[in-house]
């Protein structure tokens, strides 16, 4: 297996927008460097409302703002509804006025992000118009202080459409003809703009990619989970009907994928994440005390109070959403942050001399000097890929990577398709072969569309089992045998599998794979080498992120479950947050083996997925800093660039190397 935890991949495709042949399935891969060293970083989100970014991107948004990289962040929609802000809670007289409406989300969002900033509340933003592609206008607001820039853009279209009342965006995503009006929010400078159709919606996020050319795109989530709760038990103003989101989480993130598909296949490079947002009312919250109570605060001036004196003419900001509100609302969408693919992270070689990832939504491989250093991307192709890839190393040091391709990402007019796919290497240390198409264990687009990107794992017998979380939220698995051929899609069961799933093997040669559920950790395994992997029963406390299994040498005491240590984050209180997935106790780091016998503790707080390997763990702190533990001690990473995703450990020659990508999409390594 590639050194770390091995990751997975994210991705998109577009009609008249196809990736280069040669990233094709069957198509042999490229070799070119990517011109992406020295580059400026810069975060740019793309939105459907203002709050989505608070919600669902921070604290990830809040650390890189922190350490200095600048922000823009595109608002697609006016976030308008029908006019009426109040708090929902007062008996008071109902106002429409959506320009009004809009323009206080407007100013909630620049009181937010000022106080993010350091800088209070009501400090005045510089206003102004932008020209877009295709004729098209929208409100800029700019604040800049001690070196750190805040850019946020307007686009503002309706929420709904002009005639019938249907929703606005997922509307425009369908209907390749539909011309969706812009609101213009009271006290704008904006005063007149252009309908968007389809394609202007594309061409002007692409536009605005080009412009600023950002080294990190952070998305919401264009695949949202099938959701099997009843209509009762989901707000009118939330979720989709038969999925986890609002319908306007997903068509902005269609949007952005489009348009990042657009903007990759010029040769831009960049990294690029999606972040889930509404599914987190149903899996367990996963952020500390102190990082929570700091990520809701950031909420209060964004919804401001109606007695505020902010000085703009339509409000300040969204009431409904501040106070106390962000922790009492039983949707308790501000208790987690979760990707919905696992974050851009890299894997290694076995031997720490190459290292790869996704970088422009395709496959690339960096490799190490003598010095230490990281030399250029190299293009492998595959594109459009989703931001991390999985992979194993075979017996004889050759590497497979797979990933989850968008080979099509369209609305209406054509399909809407997800594939894995896999490279292989023609010899050890040499290039790659053709990218290969491994299907999709589920039947229809739309189920499609639902899976998760793959992890892999080679075993001494040569055979290499590839896992994915499947539309049912269980797992599915193919396995290549030693002659290389692959048997088909398999369904190995379970339910409710959060995002994130990990493999190992033991020490008598069986296969593991884990999987965070709802309820507890999901595991399945071998009762002996080459035996089908079976569902085993696991009472394991339940974790609130992705598990990290290290192997033990001698194959623990022999049963079903011997030879797998497990570190991951679970709940202060694992029966309370069993009972209670919304539970607000903090994560902390669990240590157990799966036979029963004691595992030593591991000290290290923080919060997210864990990666472990010699007797090392690797994780981040709460201000998102890397930082290492090793008998009873923590060192931390103090400088470098913040990184975009969670970070990867190898052992070499006995020393722990921690490397991931920075916010610059460049590599980074730290030798604690």
């Not at 900033?117 to 001690?146: C, F, I, M």
């Not at 075979?394 to 054509?414: E, I, T, V, Y």
């Not at 997935?581 to 591991?602: I, M, N, Q, W």
Request: glycine share 14%.
């Amino acid at each position: 297996m590639l050194g770390g935890l091995a990751a997975a991949g994210l991705g998109v495709g577009l009609a008249g927008c196809g990736a280069p042949s040669r990233g094709r399935a069957g198509a042999a891969v490229g070799t070119a460097p990517l011109a992406a060293a020295g580059r400026t970083p810069l975060l740019l989100q793309i939105l459907a409302h203002p709050d989505d970014d608070l919600y669902f991107m921070n604290p990830d948004t809040q650390h890189t703002l922190d350490s200095g990289v600048p922000l823009v962040s595109v608002y697609v929609t006016g976030g308008e509804a029908n006019g009426d802000n109040r708090v929902v809670s007062d008996s008071g007289p109902h106002v429409y006025d959506k320009a009004a409406y809009s323009s206080a989300r407007h100013q909630g969002l620049r009181q937010a992000y000022a106080t993010l900033l350091g800088l209070d509340k009501y400090t005045p933003w510089q206003k102004s118009v932008a020209e877009l592609r295709g004729g098209h206008r929208a409100e800029v607001n700019r604040l800049q202080h001690r070196g750190r820039s805040v850019e946020l853009v307007f686009l503002n279209t309706a929420m709904h459409t002009p005639l019938g009342g249907r929703m606005g965006l997922p509307s425009l995503w369908e209907d390749h003809h539909l011309q969706l009006p812009v609101v213009i929010a009271e006290g704008s400078p904006l005063t007149r703009a252009k309908a968007y159709t389809y394609d202007s919606m594309v061409d002007v996020l692409e536009g605005l990619l080009a412009d600023h050319s950002p080294t990190l795109v952070q998305t919401l989530d264009p695949d949202p989970d099938i959701q099997h709760s009843s209509p009762a038990d989901r707000s009118h103003d939330s979720e989709q009907p038969g999925y986890s989101d609002h319908a306007d989480h997903t068509a902005a993130a269609s949007f952005a994928w489009a348009a990042m598909i657009r903007h990759a296949e010029r040769g831009n490079a960049f990294l690029a994440t999606a972040y889930r947002a509404y599914y987190n009312r149903h899996w367990p919250k996963n952020l500390p005390a102190g990082v929570l109570a700091e990520k809701a605060a950031h909420l209060v001036p964004y919804g401001g109070d109606k007695d505020w004196q902010c000085g703009n003419p339509g409000g300040c900001g969204d009431y409904n959403v501040g106070g106390k509100r962000p922790l009492t609302n039983w949707k308790g969408w501000v208790r987690s942050t979760h990707h919905r693919h696992p974050g851009p992270r890299l894997l290694v070689s076995d031997d720490g001399a190459h290292a790869y990832g996704v970088l422009g939504l395709r496959a690339v491989r960096w490799s190490r000097s003598a010095d230490d250093r990281w030399g250029g991307p190299q293009d492998l192709g595959g594109s459009p890929l989703a931001p991390v890839l999985g992979g194993a190393t075979l017996p004889d040091g050759r590497q497979l990577l797979c990933a989850l391709r968008f080979s099509s990402l369209q609305g209406r007019s054509g399909a809407n398709t997800r594939e894995v796919v896999l490279l292989e290497q023609a010899a050890p240390g040499g290039e790659f072969t053709a990218w290969q198409g491994l299907g999709n264990p589920e039947r229809g687009d739309d189920r499609g569309r639902r899976i998760g990107p793959p992890t892999a794992v080679a075993a001494p017998d040569g055979r290499v089992h590839l896992f994915v979380r499947n539309a049912d939220r269980g797992v599915s698995t193919r396995v290549r045998g030693a002659d290389g051929t692959w048997s088909p899609w398999r369904d190995l069961g379970g339910d409710s599998v959060q995002e994130g799933l990990s493999a190992a093997v033991d020490g008598r040669g069986r296969v593991h794979v884990f999987a965070a559920g709802a309820d507890t950790v999901h595991h399945w395994t071998q009762s002996a080498p080459g035996r089908p992997l079976a569902p085993v029963p696991s009472r394991l406390p339940l974790a609130v992120d992705a598990v990290a299994p290290v192997p033990l040498g001698d194959g623990g005491s022999g049963g079903i479950g011997g030879g797998v240590q497990l570190l991951y984050r679970t709940s202060a209180d694992p029966k309370k947050a069993r009972e209670d997935p919304g539970s607000p106790a903090s994560p902390h780091l669990t240590s157990v083996h799966l036979d029963g016998t004691p595992a030593p503790p591991v000290a290290l707080d923080g919060y997210g997925p864990v990666a472990a390997a010699g007797g090392h763990v690797l994780g981040t702190d709460e201000r998102g800093r890397v930082q290492l533990a090793r008998a009873g001690r923590v060192s931390k990473r103090s400088r470098g660039v913040v990184p975009a995703g969670p970070p990867t450990l190898y052992v070499h020659d006995g020393q722990p190397v921690a490397l991931g990508l920075g916010v610059d999409a460049a590599p980074w390594s730290w030798r604690p």
